[in-house]
């Protein structure tokens, strides 16, 4: 039994169709991409492609999309070019995917969680949203996060040293991420980029709003549209407060009044974030976002990726509801210490 993966391989502006024969993965193998898959099926994406749109005149975003790729944001350290060639592209697929399969050990940590591939949950059974740059960062050129200023340097290690005093990960609630507590997930974001699983989006358009509902956590961002102001400066939000604008046929949501918990990327609270979706074609949809935050980097920087065409609906991912892994950590914390204590007291452990 096969999969038909489909992916769009873009270059320079150029789009590439390419249709990826995907071996299924048994539960002991990592997924893999079959080696110079699709080269013989190219076509050139028709540019003669008209926008729909909605009963307002503005393009029409809406449906169900997937932001899924194994493009790192920043360039690998060892890659020293722009984009990849198609081979290139597909065998860095191949090692990726290798790379974040679970392995299943007996005795191991990994052997008592879940395996990703046993659930189709793992990202090379998602529609690739793919492009053959090296990186989703595309400015600066080089690819990778602009250097941190001294400002951003010192918070950086202020944070740390906060952690280092309230123990570890396994000490307290408020030592874990907001991930690992499902309070805030890269998937949401603002920016929304991928994980390993969950990466689907529904958008929704109405006269003066819009909404972008996001699989992971099943959040939804309402984002105006109407021309109101935005929030006092005093109003913070981990997710920040977003308002949106078209410029020409591009969606454009200016987002800001973030707190200093959310920390994308190391960032401050006075992160501003440009985010853009332009609709390319009519299973495309191009996201790009600009981070301009000068306390923490000494130039803004922008990545883009494009958003393939999913199928629905979404379905609820309750995470915070039922997080009793979270608490499970911690209590057996508690009970490694307790019979610690008891061995080096001489008092036998229950």
Same mark, same amino acid.
């Given at each position: 039994m096969r999969h038909r993966l489909f992916a769009v391989l873009t270059a320079g502006g150029l789009a590439i169709a390419?249709?990826?024969?995907?071996?299924?993965?048994?539960?002991?193998?990592?997924?893999?991409?079959?080696?110079?898959?699709?080269v013989p099926?190219?076509?050139?994406?028709?540019?003669?492609?008209?926008?729909?749109?909605?009963?307002?005149?503005?393009?029409?975003?809406?449906?169900?999309?997937?932001?899924?790729?194994?493009?790192?944001?920043e360039r690998p350290k060892d890659v020293t070019k722009e984009y990849y060639t198609p081979e290139e592209a597909l065998a860095m697929i191949n090692r990726s995917a290798a790379a974040e399969a679970e392995q299943t050990v007996p005795g191991t940590i990994p052997d008592v969680h879940y395996d990703f591939?046993?659930?189709?949950?793992?990202?090379?059974?998602?529609? $690739?949203s793919l492009n053959l740059r090296t990186s989703l960062i595309v400015d600066p050129p080089e690819g990778r996060l602009p250097p941190m200023t001294e400002e951003g340097r010192r918070r950086a290690a202020a944070r740390a040293e906060a952690r280092?005093?309230?123990?570890?990960?396994r000490d307290a609630v408020q030592n874990q991420s907001l991930s690992v507590r499902c309070i805030l997930m890269d998937r949401n974001g603002p920016p929304m980029l991928a994980g390993a699983y969950n990466n689907n989006y529904q958008i929704l358009q109405a006269p003066g709003s819009m909404m972008i509902l996001v699989e992971m $956590?099943?959040?939804?961002?309402?984002?105006?549209?109407?021309?109101?102001?935005? $929030?006092?400066?005093?109003?913070?939000? $981990?997710?920040?407060?977003s308002r949106g604008r078209w410029d020409g046929d591009t969606l454009v949501i200016e987002t800001a009044n973030f707190t200093d918990t959310t920390a994308y990327q190391g960032s401050s609270e006075n992160m501003r974030l440009t985010e853009r979706f332009t609709r390319v074609d009519e299973e495309t949809l191009l996201y790009r976002f600009t981070v301009d935050d000068p306390a923490t980097w000494t130039r803004p920087w922008s990545a883009e990726v494009p958003w393939k065409k999913a199928i629905g609906p979404l379905f609820e991912h309750a995470?915070?509801?039922?997080?009793?892994?979270?608490?499970?950590?911690?209590?057996?914390?508690?009970?490694?210490?307790?019979?610690?204590?008891?061995?080096?007291?001489?008092?036998?452990?229950?």
């Open positions: 390419m249709l990826l024969a995907v071996p299924v993965p048994v539960a002991t193998q990592g997924p893999t991409v079959a080696p110079g898959a699709g099926r190219v076509a050139a994406t028709p540019t003669t492609w008209t926008v729909r749109r909605t009963p307002d005149g503005k393009p029409d975003l809406q449906g169900f999309w997937n932001n899924t790729t194994y493009t790192p944001l591939t046993q659930f189709g949950l793992d990202r090379s059974q998602a529609p $690739l280092k005093q309230m123990g570890g990960p $956590l099943h959040g939804p961002r309402v984002i105006p549209t109407d021309g109101r102001p935005p $929030l006092p400066q005093n109003v913070r939000q $981990l997710g920040g407060s995470c915070h509801e039922g997080n009793y892994g979270l608490y499970n950590t911690l209590a057996g914390a508690r009970l490694e210490e307790k019979r610690a204590a008891e061995a080096a007291a001489g008092k036998p452990s229950n």
